[in-house]
C-alpha cells in the first residue's frame, strides 16, 4: 500500500531538511514523499534537486512564485499517486513509526471491526525550543465537533479518494484551512478516529505571533468565511466559530464591537456570557500589565 506525504516548504530550509530527514526514517518505506517549494530563495531548490537524485522515493515540484500553503498542498496531492495521502509541515516532523502505525491501524479498523472513518489523526508531541508537551486529543471527531475548535491538528490520514472527493484544500481561506477542509471531510465521509500514540512532532517555537493585530483580522476573515460556507443559526454556527476566533487560544484583546460583532448574528445568552467573561479578564490583564510596566 502506496502512502504519499506532502509538504509544503518555503524558506526553512534547516528545519525542512529535519523534517525530510523524518520521513525517508520511516520503517514503513512504501512511500513517496512530494515536496512543493512555493518560491524559497534560501538555497531550498538546490537541495531538493540532489535528494530527487539520490531518492527516487522523493518528488519536487517548484512555484517560482509564492502562491499559499493550500496550492502548494493541492499541486502535492493531485501529483500524488499512493492509495493513502497524509502532509507534514516544514518545521514539523514524524517518529519513526508513524505512518506504519497509521497504515496498521486503518487496517484494523477497516478490516476487524464495523467502523469505517473519513481519516484517522494522531497525538502531537509539542516542542517548544526544548520544552516538550503532549496532546490529549478526543478519540472521535464529528464534523459538529469542529464548531467548537479543531479537535484533530494539523494533519489527517485517509484515502487518497477522500482527499479529491472532498474538494481539496480552500485557497481562498486566509487562516483555518485545516479546520475547513476537516469540516468538510467529516461532514461527507463521517466521523473522524484518534490513534493514540504521539508520532507527530508539532514545532510551536516557529509559529507567528497569535495575538498580533494583523493575525487577529486574518482569523475574524477566517471565521467569517467559515460562517458563511458551513454555519448552521439552528445549532448557533456562526457564533461558535466566533468563540473560537476570541477564545483563550488566540487570546485576542476585546473590543465593544467584538461584542456587537458577537451579537449580529443573534441573542445567546451562554456565548454572550463567555465573551464578557474573556473581556473582562483581558480588560483586566491589560489594566494589570499597564500597572507592571508603569
Known amino acids: 500500500m502506496l502512502v504519499s506525504i506532502y509538504l509544503p516548504t518555503k524558506n526553512r530550509l534547516e528545519s525542512m531538511k529535519a523534517a525530510v530527514d523524518s520521513v525517508l526514517r520511516q520503517t514503513y518505506t512504501n512511500l513517496e514523499l512530494i515536496i512543493v517549494d512555493d518560491g524559497s530563495t534560501d538555497g531550498t531548490a ?16 517548484r512555484n517560482e512564485i509564492s502562491r499559499g500553503a493550500c496550492y502548494a ?107 475547513e477542509f476537516f469540516f468538510r471531510i467529516l461532514k461527507k465521509f463521517g466521523a473522524a478516529r484518534l490513534l493514540d500514540l504521539n508520532s507527530y512532532i508539532f514545532d510551536i517555537s516557529l509559529r507567528p505571533d497569535r495575538i498580533s493585530s494583523a493575525q487577529k483580522a486574518r482569523i475574524l476573515e477566517a471565521s467569517d468565511r467559515m460562517i458563511t460556507l458551513h454555519a448552521d443559526n439552528r445549532d448557533r454556527g456562526a457564533q461558535r466559530f466566533l468563540l473560537q476566533a476570541y477564545g483563550d487560544y488566540y487570546n485576542f484583546p476585546l473590543t465593544f464591537k467584538d461584542l456587537c460583532i458577537f451579537l449580529r448574528h443573534g441573542f445567546w445568552w451562554q456565548g454572550l456570557k463567555v465573551m464578557i467573561l474573556n473581556f473582562l479578564k483581558r480588560d483586566f490583564q491589560n489594566l494589570k500589565r499597564k500597572l507592571i510596566l508603569n
Open 46 to 61: 538546490d537541495y531538493l534537486n540532489e535528494l530527487v537524485r539520490i531518492d527516487a522515493r522523493v518528488k519536487f515540484l
Open 73 to 179: 498542498r493541492n499541486r502535492a496531492i493531485k501529483a500524488s499517486t499512493g492509495e493513502f495521502i497524509t502532509g507534514l509541515d516544514d518545521d514539523d516532523e514524524f517518529i519513526s513509526s508513524h505512518i506504519g502505525a497509521l497504515v496498521d491501524y486503518w487496517s484494523l479498523l477497516t478490516t476487524h471491526s464495523s467502523t469505517f472513518p473519513s481519516c484517522i489523526y494522531t497525538q502531537n508531541i509539542y516542542k517548544n525550543n526544548e520544552v516538550l508537551s503532549e496532546s490529549k486529543k478526543m478519540s472521535r471527531v464529528e464534523y459538529t465537533d469542529l464548531f467548537e475548535g479543531n479537535h484533530i491538528g494539523n494533519q489527517i490520514f485517509a484515502p487518497r479518494s477522500h482527499f479529491i472527493e472532498t474538494g481539496l484544500f480552500d485557497e481562498n481561506m486566509p487562516a483555518w484551512q485545516d479546520l
